[in-house]
């Protein structure tokens, strides 16, 4: 084959420079630095609004695969996280009390319906994938509202009180800290290790021009069509985190207009990165969480704030965090280093 | 020599406009075939339903005597047909190196796990290797690590190239190679061309005709949408109907 003709010597010398560079990602330290970012800010807050916190970090991590990663932009990723939170409610309620079935309830039914919907959803793009998952999100807000009043109980929504497995009670404040703390990190270690993949390379090109990455020889529905699904599964697990953590569920879990709360952590934060979207996770939390005790209409802030970001600061916090390290941290290092 | 990819009265309609009319045309094993003709001739078009960009109106196209049609882009890219773009098409949010992640794991694809392609690092030794040898022979392996984007337009086309390459083509379709470079890079890529062609088949369009007439070893003339000569690069251009069409009748007369 032309293949063999072409790239001969198997151990053909190759630029030394280029092993030095590279530098690997260590996902150890990587996660270490959140566990103790997290763990830090803990007594500063308080137990319960940091398990909030994290909850909403799971969620923008997810939407951040679909918007940052994939760049499609999605005003239904609610739906995902509601479906979530009623899958593990509904469970608990008619089924079984175990907590850690019930959150695998929860993830399996906002997977499925994630995969069903991506079905459809992913063959469009830009204004019309915007706009077909916010329809899909007010029709399973609409359906937990009235036709399935009987067993949603409508806007009143319904309590979930897990049962105790041994010692672990999810109904006390340290231990659903720690299922969420685990859980965060694990779905950054998750999709760290699949960013950091061909795949995330992939979903990348696909940003950035999916015809091309057709004429490399890839379906690029269905890698569109894994990564929405996937997405809507760690919003489900958010979901189902969410009901464990207030122990009740109701239609405001699949609530259309807190879709801005996750594209606004997506813009501050960064899109396009993980890291980028945990810090716009927490500073959403930050501004929603304390600017309403100040301001009775703090959402007024939030709107200027996104103005200001999306004219002026496109990259987001964490994007000049990064450049800020690879312009002028790094150059002085290794400076210091040649000296 | 045998017949690798044969269009049979293929047509594209774009309303009234008859872009590709009736076109019979086959390409031969380890022959480089080029394709002139004057703007809007449909070369482009041409390029497009082999390649499978859109379907054609009517005919049909075979490909190692399988018929290719109507089947997907990305289905003819595994079957070993690649194109490259008469405007440079790169992914320029990235590093040179990871452009050619997603190339060149394919050529290998019987290789690559399902799990290495979804969690072990792309910065993996192999297919870094394998970048690294694509980049090497485009000539772009010192700028490995530079952002596409801040490469001149010479360099895209070279890393296009090479993109296109470690796909391990059994067909490649080159639309306009040299279009908008310097005559230094121009000459770079002819170079590569040449340096290539014993090894695969190519097609390439290209207005250049000076720059390329050295390497074809026939040449195909479109206008309006169908071929008018084809054969022998010194006969095709000594055709009086080419001449007409392409530098007009005045200059003949």
């Known amino acids: 084959m032309g293949q063999d003709k072409l790239f001969p010597a198997q151990n053909a010398e190759l630029p030394g420079a280029f092993e030095n560079i590279t530098l690997k990602e260590n996902h150890a330290v990587e996660i270490l630095a959140i566990a103790v970012f997290f763990l830090l800010v803990t007594p500063l807050l308080s137990v319960h609004r940091v398990t909030d916190f994290m909850i909403f970090c799971i969620f923008a991590m997810s939407f951040d695969m679909l918007y940052g990663y994939m760049g499609r932009l999605s005003f239904g990723q609610m739906l995902y996280l509601g479906t ?45 994938f915007a706009l077909i998952n916010l329809a899909f999100n007010h029709i399973g807000f609409f359906l937990v509202l009235s036709p399935l009043r009987s067993i949603t109980r409508g806007e009143d929504g319904f309590g979930v009180s897990a049962s105790q497995i041994g010692s ?16 965060l990190l694990l779905v950054f270690y998750f999709l760290r290790r699949l960013t950091s993949a061909p795949y995330g390379i992939m979903i990348r090109s696909i940003k950035e021009d999916e015809t091309r990455v057709r004429f490399l020889g890839y379906n690029t529905f269905l890698y569109k069509w894994l990564t929405f699904a996937l997405a809507g599964t760690i919003a489900g697990l958010a979901g189902a985190l969410t009901a464990l953590n207030y122990n009740y569920v109701n239609p405001n879990a699949m609530d259309v207009h807190s879709n801005v709360g996750v594209v606004f952590a997506c813009l501050i934060g960064g899109a396009g990165n993980l890291y980028g ?31 200001i970001i999306v004219f002026r600061f496109r990259m987001g916090v964490w994007g000049y965090i990064q450049r800020f390290w690879v312009h002028k941290l790094i150059p002085r290092f290794t400076k210091k280093e040649a000296i | 020599m045998s017949e690798i990819l044969v269009a049979d009265r293929l047509s594209k309609h774009f309303g009234g406009l008859i872009a590709v009319n009736k076109v019979n ?35 049909r196209i075979t490909f190692f005597d399988n018929e290719i049609t109507h089947i997907p882009p990305y289905e003819r890219v595994i079957k070993g047909i690649v194109r490259t773009f008469q405007l440079v098409s790169v992914f320029n949010s990235m590093t040179v190196w990871e452009n050619l992640v997603l190339s060149s794991i394919r050529f290998k694809e019987k290789h690559v796990s399902l799990r290495k392609f979804f969690f072990s690092s792309a ?131």
Request: proline fraction near 3%.
């Open chain 1, 84 to 128: 979530g939170a009623y899958g593990c409610g509904l469970f608990i309620k008619y089924i079984n009390g175990n907590p850690l079935l019930a959150i695998f309830a929860g993830v399996a039914f906002a997977g499925l319906l994630a995969m069903l919907l991506g079905l459809i959803i992913v063959r469009t793009t830009g204004a019309c």
């Open chain 1, 168 to 183: 672990l009670n999810f109904g006390s404040r340290p231990i659903m800290y720690g299922a969420v703390f685990l859980s």
């Open chain 2, 123 to 253: 910065k993996d030794k192999e297919i870094k290797e394998n970048c690294l040898r694509a980049l090497k022979l485009v000539g772009l392996q010192s700028n490995a690590q530079a952002l596409t984007s801040e490469l001149s337009y010479g360099s895209k086309r070279m890393l296009e190239i090479g993109i296109a390459l470690s796909l391990n083509p059994k067909l490649l379709l080159l639309d306009e190679p040299l279009a908008g470079l310097s005559d230094g890079e121009i000459s770079e890529v002819i170079d590569l061309l040449k340096q290539i062609k014993k090894n695969f088949t190519l097609v390439i369009i290209e207005h250049k005709i000076s720059k390329i007439i050295n390497l074809v070893d026939r040449l195909c003339v479109m206008n309006e949408g169908s071929f008018i000569c084809e054969g022998n690069p010194d006969d095709a251009l000594c055709n009086p109907v080419v001449r007409e069409c392409y530098w007009g009748k005045r200059e003949i007369s």
């Open chain 1, 277 to 307: 979207a945990i810090l716009g996770g927490v500073i959403y939390m930050l501004i929603s969480n304390f600017l309403a005790i100040y301001i009775y209409r703090w959402e007024m802030f939030l709107g200027f704030s996104l103005l």
């Open chain 2, 25 to 59: 045309f086959s390409i031969m094993a380890d022959e480089v075939t080029g394709i002139i003709g004057p703007n809007g001739s449909g070369k482009t078009t041409l390029f497009n339903l082999i390649s499978g960009f859109f379907p054609p109106t009517e005919g």
